[in-house]
């Protein structure tokens, strides 16, 4: 089973993500933590990506297609996965058509996503500045947000609303995959 997660950045992809990869018994991976690795590399590549995050950018489309498309090659992913942070443009969606079902989208407010983002445990990122997390929202609204139409209209989105507590959502999540 192939699971796609979209969200606002602390919206709770990532504890969700997880939650259900332990319930289904498949992997969960984000291409922000495949980008956060690719940064600490001393190459171009790593200085680049390491700059465009810190910034609060977008990877560039082909770029970002590229680096995923590669990185599920793994042997861990052939069974299925429940990926977090991608497609985040209509760009990419188009690019990636894997065969998932189900477009989960964990709908929360911008005020309630700051919220989390700026309590979040001693946030030492560098990519949490708050000219990056504005940046970051921003960029939500204006590339993210067509993406999810473009999964509303091929039938594959499914909205939960993330503003319950974490249990109440990963049943609703659950429910909406038949689990
Ligand atoms: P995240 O942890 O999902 O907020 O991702 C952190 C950063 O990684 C983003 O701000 C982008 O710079 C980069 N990134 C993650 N996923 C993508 C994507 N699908 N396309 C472009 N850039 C991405």
């Known amino acids: 089973m192939k699971i796609i997660l979209i969200g606002i950045q602390g919206a709770g992809k990532s504890t969700q993500g997880n939650i259900l990869s332990e319930k289904l018994g498949i992997p969960y991976l984000s291409t922000g933590h ?39 090659e793994k042997p861990e992913y052939a069974k299925g996965y429940i990926i977090d942070g991608f497609p985040r443009t209509v760009a990419q969606a188009h690019a990636f058509e ?13 005020e309630e996503a700051l919220k989390r983002i700026s309590f ?5 990122r560098a990519d949490e500045t708050p000219a990056a997390i504005a940046k970051r929202i921003e960029s939500f609204h204006i590339h993210t ?4 139409d473009y999964y509303r209209q091929k039938g594959m ?4 609303d993330g503003e319950k507590s974490i249990e109440e959502i990963s049943k609703d999540i659950l429910r909406s995959i038949g689990k």
Not at 98 to 110: E, Q
Not at 120 to 124: I, L, T
Not at 157 to 160: A, F, G, R, S, T
């Open 98 to 110: 894997n065969g998932a079902k189900k477009a989960i989208y964990l709908k929360v407010t911008d």
């Open 145 to 148: 947000e067509p993406a999810i």
């Open 34 to 72: 495949i980008f956060r690795e690719m940064a600490k590399e001393k190459s171009k590549l790593g200085r680049y990506i390491k700059e465009t995050m810190n910034a609060g950018y977008l990877i560039p489309d082909d770029k970002t297609v590229e680096i995923v498309k590669k990185y599920l």
């Open 120 to 124: 979040r445990n001693g946030n030492e």
């Open 157 to 160: 989105l499914v909205e939960i």
